[in-house]
């Protein structure tokens, strides 16, 4: 089974698309913007007016400018299409507080010190999380990353683990050695 067959009769509801283009700049940065659309496919009563389906319940648009480091340079939000015009997009421009983080170890924190919970919009936080990966994958196969630098996306899913068969083969020079055996799953009978 494939996750889009449908094991039941089912109506969709809501549908979010969330679209993110890295680019290389002129000047020697590059732009990772990203683009977050909700819609739902049935009335939707929010903010004190029903919204017909497929119009937008949030249009949020967040681009990072970063250096060859990864160090945020620049940064900048708008918010589109909101709940609730004259609240959610005023935070927006608090989203320059990303300029002076690093993406890396630690920089999902620092997000949320700076722009966590009331002190920011959950779907732009989201979103600044999902453009630190994406400037990897800008920064994959372009050699903008040290090659004395651990790949970041080592020990982060089980297939990169630096124990493993795989960074044996394709990383063998971050290889640390065979991972512990499991014996597998236990089974109470």
Same mark, same amino acid.
């Given at each position: 089974?494939? $996750? ?5 009769? @089912?109506? $969709?509801?809501? =549908? ?8 290389? =700049? ?12 909700? @819609? ?27 250096? =060859?480091?990864? @160090? ?79 790949? $970041? ?9 630096? @124990?493993?068969?795989?960074?044996? =083969? ?14 597998? $799953?236990?089974?109470?009978?």
């Amino acid at each position: 089974m494939s $996750p889009s067959e449908p094991t039941a009769s @089912r109506q $969709p509801l809501h =549908r979010r698309t969330i679209e993110i283009v890295g680019y290389r =700049r002129d000047d020697g940065l590059y732009d990772i913007e990203g683009r977050l659309l909700d @819609r739902k496919d049935v009335d939707f009563t929010v903010g004190g007016r029903v919204k017909p389906p497929g119009e937008a319940i949030h249009h949020m648009w967040l681009r990072i400018t970063v250096d =060859r480091e990864l @160090r945020i340079v620049d940064a900048a939000a708008s918010t589109d299409a909101m709940p609730y015009p004259g609240s959610c997009d005023g935070i927006t421009p608090d989203y320059a507080k990303l300029v002076g983080l690093s993406i890396g170890p630690g920089y999902l924190r620092h997000v949320k010190e700076r722009l966590g919970g009331v002190h920011g919009c959950t779907h732009l936080t989201e979103l600044a999380a999902s453009l630190a990966t994406a400037a990897f994958q800008t920064f994959a196969g372009q050699g903008l990353m040290p090659s004395e630098r651990k790949p $970041p996306q080592l020990d982060r899913c089980h297939a990169l683990d630096s @124990r493993g068969e795989t960074v044996a =083969r394709y990383y063998p020079k971050w290889y640390r050695g065979a991972a512990p055996v499991s014996d597998g $799953p236990t089974e109470n009978h």
